[in-house]
């Protein structure tokens, strides 16, 4: 074998290498985390932890180098985990998670922390004690990639008729474009707010043109603002919804970029915002939304999901569409 192709052989095993103990140490490190919020109010964050422990285990096994739960911990560790939260041992391998591990940690810091300054500020403190790696692609190395569990954008909506109550999304975290595409089938068949799933299929599952494409348009009233992670300063940067987002959820902007679905954070607050907020569910439009073109689009999510995680995660999913 020619020198420079040993050379490319190595670095991607030392790449993929590197990537297996990013991911390890952040689903570790975010596990310490929420055990020590766990022991502070045990009743109240149990079935945040079985959430965020089954999520977790199941992003170990959707990458091509698998981590199984004993992997991310102590086999000690491991244990007295599963003794305290069988759940997620027993269903990360047949049931796929709602959310991501970074969609729940917000959740969780929404539910002490309410406010959106508090909250970003408890967010910012918080990504700085877990130091999780950067999730940033080396410039003109397209294979450079940090495994992390980080959302790197945060989403925030809100409405004139109650600012107190704010939304908050993330990002999707997940670092091949594969394992996005399981979390955003996932999403619109269990996650999300129906407008915003149909919205989403369409574009994804239906391959929709632009002009075909339906869309939410969201009253006046509505405010929504992202905001990008500086991980030199570690703030929180405004950025405009891009392209895509203008266009499926009509937010004014004159950012020209596209960006993936799933690399976005207004998808899940919105979602959050139309799934809680009769008043603003009755007073979005949606254009050319059909009901048997919804179930038709959620019937081939379904049959997607089944495939790639046959495929990706070698294990078959027997509960695709479970409640
Ligand atoms: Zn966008």
């Known amino acids: 074998m020619a ?3 040993i ?10 290498v590197h990537n297996k103990e990013n991911l390890k140490s952040c689903g570790y490190r975010l596990i310490c985390h929420v055990m020590e919020e ?3 109010e045990r009743d109240m964050l149990k079935a945040y932890v079985n959430e965020i422990l089954h999520s977790i285990f199941f992003l170990g096994i959707i990458y091509s180098d698998r981590i199984t739960p004993g992997e991310f911990m102590s086999a000690a560790r491991a244990e007295s985990l599963r003794q305290e939260f069988p759940e997620p041992f027993d269903k990360y391998k047949s049931h796929p998670p709602k959310r991501t591990p970074f969609s729940i940690l917000l959740d969780m810091m929404v539910r002490k922390h309410h406010t959106e300054d508090k909250v970003m500020e408890e967010l910012r403190s918080l990504l700085e004690k877990l130091k999780f790696p950067h999730p940033l692609k080396k410039a003109g190395v397209k294979t450079q990639n940090w495994f ?3 959302s790197t954008v945060i989403c925030v909506c809100s409405r004139d008729h109650l600012p107190s109550k704010t939304y908050f999304g993330a990002s999707l975290t997940c670092c091949t474009k594969e394992a996005r595409t399981i979390m955003i089938h996932n999403s619109c068949i269990y996650t999300w707010h129906k407008h915003v799933s149909y919205v989403v299929m369409s574009y994804k599952v239906g391959g929709k043109s632009d002009s075909d494409m339906p869309k939410l348009k969201f009253p006046k009233s509505i405010t929504c603002q992202a905001y990008l992670r500086n991980w030199n300063t570690n703030t929180y940067d405004k950025v405009e919804p891009c392209l895509n987002c203008q266009r499926m959820f009509s937010l004014p902007g004159n950012n020209e970029k596209s960006y993936p679905i799933g690399n ?3 998808t899940e607050c919105l979602s959050k915002l139309l799934s809680d907020d009769q008043i603003t569910e009755k007073s979005v439009i949606i254009d050319n939304f059909d009901v048997s073109d919804f ?3 959620k019937e081939q999510a379904k049959q997607e999901l089944k495939s790639d995680l046959a495929i990706f995660c070698n294990q078959m999913f027997c ?3 479970y409640p």
């Not at 050379?7 to 993929?16: G, I, M």
């Open 3 to 5: 020198e420079d192709a």
């Open 7 to 16: 050379k490319r052989k190595n670095d991607l095993l030392t790449l993929r």
């Open 38 to 40: 766990y022991e502070k």
């Open 148 to 150: 992390t569990l980080e």
């Open 264 to 266: 976005c954070a207004e």
């Open 295 to 297: 179930n038709k689009l």
């Open 319 to 321: 509960h695709i569409g």
